[in-house]
């Protein structure tokens, strides 16, 4: 099979998640015997082009690619809200770009719900992502590097946030929550990916000035195994996903993960997680250190089901039957 894996990574968009997560799977299709990959191809003679965005160049290279076009659903206008300016706008344009593919592959049930009431008539499978476990996993000499490069004492609990700094992500949870807990050092990775038209950019800025000295924002971490690495407890304060990768590659990495209670949290996490419904209740769970421990001990055993090794073979079948 000809396979062209095609995701729009330039500039800052290679650090958000559907960059990532068309990497991740990229690599491992590209070990696979009788596969035959291309990352980002111009040519136009493959079986199959599977997209992970649906941009200017994903659209332009769709209009001239041969075969089945595939395009996996990272973003749906649910999860728009709270994150881009101007959200309304860009969400009205969905329902057509999405008509323009042959399959969507739909990466959780709530996030195939959405789709099917957008579009009841298109074809769709349901593939969560997957994560690279020999890559992600607990490392004791980045811990040691990551805490000592951002100053950060060997006996204090860290608690990491990764994400983009937008009110969907949860970042003003994350900040009044460092304010209660100024004993605690409050780690954020990333940055706002979509610049000025990130939703309440300026007042976020302004936010993060007035902040104390137990708060961290890192920006970009070139390996991000060793904010993972380097951190306690993985706290997720999303208003709405469509999966949630970093929650995976924090319970890889053997984390204790603090999620809020959305509908996909809970559906594809499950028990993996301990789930927080307000505030008071995110503050009692992060501080509850038996609790934490004994479900670090369970977090990388969780993340089996989703190793790109058996997600990749799941793309591989969907693939065949669609050429078939």
């Not at 890559?135 to 946030?161: H, M, Q, S």
Request: a neutral charge; aromatic letters at 14%; glycine letters at 6%.
């Amino acid at each position: 099979m000809k396979i062209n894996i095609f995701v729009e990574d330039l500039l800052f968009f290679k650090y958000i998640g559907c960059s990532t997560a068309a990497k991740t799977l990229y690599r491992e299709l590209s070990k696979m015997p009788g596969m035959d990959i291309s990352w980002n191809s111009n040519r136009y003679d493959f079986d199959v082009v599977h997209y992970h965005s649906f941009g200017p160049l994903s659209l332009l290279n769709r209009k001239y690619s041969r075969g089945i076009k595939i395009l996996t659903a990272h973003s749906t206008p649910r999860v728009n809200k709270g994150n881009l300016a101007f959200s309304s706008t860009i969400n009205q344009y969905y329902p057509g770009l999405y008509r323009r593919f042959d399959h969507i592959i739909n990466i959780s049930a709530p996030c195939q719900r959405e789709i099917d009431e957008m579009l009841p008539e298109m074809s769709s499978t349901l593939i969560p992502n997957g994560i690279d476990r020999e890559y992600f996993k607990p490392d004791a000499d980045k811990r040691e590097t990551f805490r000592e490069r951002f100053n950060i004492d060997d006996d204090e609990k860290v608690v990491l946030t990764v994400a983009q700094q937008t009110p969907r992500k949860g970042i003003y949870d994350f900040l009044e929550l460092s304010k209660k807990h100024p004993e605690i050092k409050w780690v954020w990775v990333g940055g706002f990916p979509y610049g000025i038209f990130s939703a309440d950019y300026f007042q976020i800025k302004k936010m993060k000035k007035k902040c104390k000295n137990n708060v961290i924002f890192t920006g970009f971490v070139p390996d991000i195994t060793e904010a993972y690495s380097g951190a306690d407890v993985f706290f997720m304060p999303s208003y709405a996903e469509t999966f949630g990768l970093v929650v995976l590659e924090a319970l890889a990495c053997g984390l204790p993960v603090v999620a809020r209670n959305i509908p996909e949290f809970m559906e594809i996490f499950d028990d993996g997680v301990h789930f927080f419904g307000d505030f008071d209740e995110a503050s009692t769970v992060i501080n509850d250190d038996d609790s934490l421990r004994k479900s670090s001990e369970a977090a990388r055993p969780f993340t089996e089901k989703f190793d790109i090794k058996h997600i990749a073979r799941m793309h591989c079948d969907l693939y065949r039957r669609l050429i078939e």
